[in-house]
């Protein structure tokens, strides 16, 4: 089993990149957040798992072990494969999927490509109790105050009303970070400071 990897980076596209490691060129699926920040000729850390099929073996890697243990977590969901799992990693963070799974809503998770209803609530269902590794506390942003699912509500209303989740999430964890006790628990007044900070820069985006 190939747990981990560190080399030099030959070559990084939307579909993966390919680590070079004495000599020897790999190729690993990764998130687009991770493809985005791999530059050529840089030196790499990854954690990863290698999965085995009749007609394939195929590298997986991720910047932190939490994320590898979820993707690992959701390969024992029925219905989710690992590309199916490595979307789910691509679109939500592993704060993200703690909240939604703590919070028994299985709408971010239908928002994934190729995750269909069905599957979305099964991933809910048999990740309950299983993700304690990932806790509100240890997510940047994210205090002992805030209720489970508040900050995944948050985003998936930024969402709603526009804006891509990549933008939304950060706003939300810098929301969390400044808001007194009394907002932390509540979707509404937290849902006002997020606009707040993403009207202007809506609207400068949208006049550029």
Known sequence: MISSLRGRVAHADDDGIVVEVGGVGLSVAVTPAVARTAHVDAELT?????IVREDALSLYGFESRDELRVFSQLLGVTGVGPKSAL???SSLTVGQI???VAAEDDAPFRRVSGIGPKTAKLIVVQLTGKL??????SVPGLGSTVAPGVAAQVVTALVGLGWPERTAAPVVESVLA???D??????????RRALAQLGPARKEVVGG
């Open 46 to 50: 990854l954690h990863t798992t290698l």
């Open 87 to 89: 979307g789910v990693l």
């Open 98 to 100: 703690a909240d939604a």
């Open 132 to 137: 304690d590794h990932v806790t509100a506390s």
């Open 178 to 180: 400044e808001a007194p």
């Open 182 to 191: 009394s907002e932390r628990a509540s979707v509404p007044a937290l849902l």
